[in-house]
T-cell receptor
Framework: AQSVSQHNHHVILSEAASLELGCNYS??????LFWYVQYPGQHLQLLLK??????LVKGIKGFEAEFIKSKFSFNLRKPSVQWSDTAEYFC????????FGAGTTVTVRA | NAGVMQNPRHLVRRRGQEARLRCSPM?????VYWYRQLPEEGLKFMVY????????ESGMPKERFSAEFPKEGPSILRIQQVVRGDSAAYFC????????????FGNGTRLTVT
């Protein structure tokens, strides 16, 4: 079964800072990769997904992620965060069922 | 198009009681997944169902937990004889085609066992 590891449990940064969240998965076969975001008190929402093609994927709200197959990684980035990006971010991998990482809480200070 | 609907939003049960969590998938979605989110942990897969069939229940505890997705009506996650350790947020997700397709999540049911 897939295991997904997210490198940071909690990230605190100031507005306009750049954000990068690490994600590694264990399985080397064909996978579909996702980043979900959970804003306080809300359900999970899809930020972006990678199925195939260009390994640099652009999502909503200025987020992007890069799939590096040789490193089994799918890191999430945003060049300049806003206070409204405060949320919990989950990396997920789907080879049969969706397996989630433990999540990274991102706190953006105004 | 309504999203994934879960109810109740909050559920309080005493130890030993039964908890029934309901999930209505998005219209046109026939694949349902249940996940559990414990404090300080990520989402843990519990079970994957299609209409009237359990496809994968490898994440379900062997005892007290069961799930169904009948031909008509919502999917039900049932927890019998609840214990304090069952306190968690339970999320349901649905997709139209299953494997590989993005999941749409409900708002979750927060179960508190007292």
């Amino acid at each position: 079964a897939q295991s997904v590891s997210q490198h940071n449990h909690h990230v605190i940064l100031s507005e306009a800072a750049s954000l990068e969240l690490g994600c590694n998965y264990s399985y080397g076969g064909t996978v579909n990769l996702f980043w979900y975001v959970q804003y306080p008190g809300q359900h999970l929402q899809l930020l972006l997904k990678y199925f195939s093609g260009d390994p640099l994927v652009k999502g909503i709200k200025g987020f992007e992620a890069e799939f590096i197959k040789s490193k089994f990684s799918f890191n999430l980035r945003k060049p300049s965060v806003q206070w409204s990006d405060t949320a919990e971010y989950f990396c997920a991998v789907n080879d049969y069922k969706l397996s989630f990482g433990a999540g990274t809480t991102v706190t953006v200070r105004a | 198009n309504a999203g994934v609907m879960q109810n109740p939003r909050h559920l309080v049960r005493r130890r030993g009681q039964e908890a029934r969590l309901r999930c209505s998938p998005m219209k046109g979605h026939s694949h349902v997944y249940w996940y559990r989110q414990l404090p300080e942990e990520g989402l843990k897969f519990m079970v994957y169902l299609q209409k009237e069939n359990i496809i994968d229940e490898s994440g379900m505890p062997k005892e007290r937990f069961s799930a169904e997705f009948p031909k008509e009506g919502p999917s039900i996650l049932r927890i019998q004889q609840v214990v304090r350790g069952d306190s968690a947020a339970y999320f349901c997700a649905s997709s139209p085609e299953g494997q590989g397709t993005p999941l749409h999540f409900g708002n979750g049911t927060r179960l508190t066992v007292t």
